[in-house]
């Protein structure tokens, strides 16, 4: 279901196909930057040519996904998650749920999204993931975000607080809070230590 295209010295962001944060982040920043999306009546999602054919077709599957599995493979759905308010650094595990997948405001949003393959994003990837969300409103107004450096990567790093957010979400369930923030300090703080022991003793722990 992927190109096999992989982006170096970088740390994905959410739990979805690796082509689809940067339309997460466009939509994020749309919204930030104070548009609501019951006014959206158009979405039009630019990204390279080459990732088309893994989150963007067949059209009519991509802005219904029959599972979970499926929408985390989907730009539009991806996009209206993120453009609703998804979970952990944009979207993550959460939105993923086969109940997710269902969901009607979404599915509503997702319908809106007419992909294509945007000049500026051939020129970049593979070497960037990256893509362009353009809105129009009710108003007949459009909105644009672009992200072209995937965030995780060296350009664009996740912070220790996104890191350490995305490391609680993947643990959820499996090791308690407190043990979680003691793996997590020790791990950030790896690039002063003289060796893997700390680490390993508080993994083992």
Known sequence: MTDGATMPDSAKQA??????????DAARALVRDGLDPADIVE????????????????????????????????????VARA????????VEHADFTDAAAKDPRTLELARLVTSYSDDRCDEIYPHQFPEVLRVRTRDGSWHEARVDHNRGGPANPLSDDELTMKFDLNVEGRLSPESAAEVAGTALALPAAESLDALMATVRG
């Open 43 to 78: 979405i039009q999602l630019g990204v390279p040519k080459p990732v088309l054919r893994t989150i963007a077709e067949p059209p009519a599957s991509k802005a219904a996904p029959e599972s979970g599995y499926h929408a985390a493979f989907s730009g539009p759905f991806t």
């Open 15 to 24: 739990s979805c196909n690796h082509f689809t944060p940067a339309g997460i």
């Open 83 to 90: 453009l609703l308010g998804g979970s952990g650094l944009g």
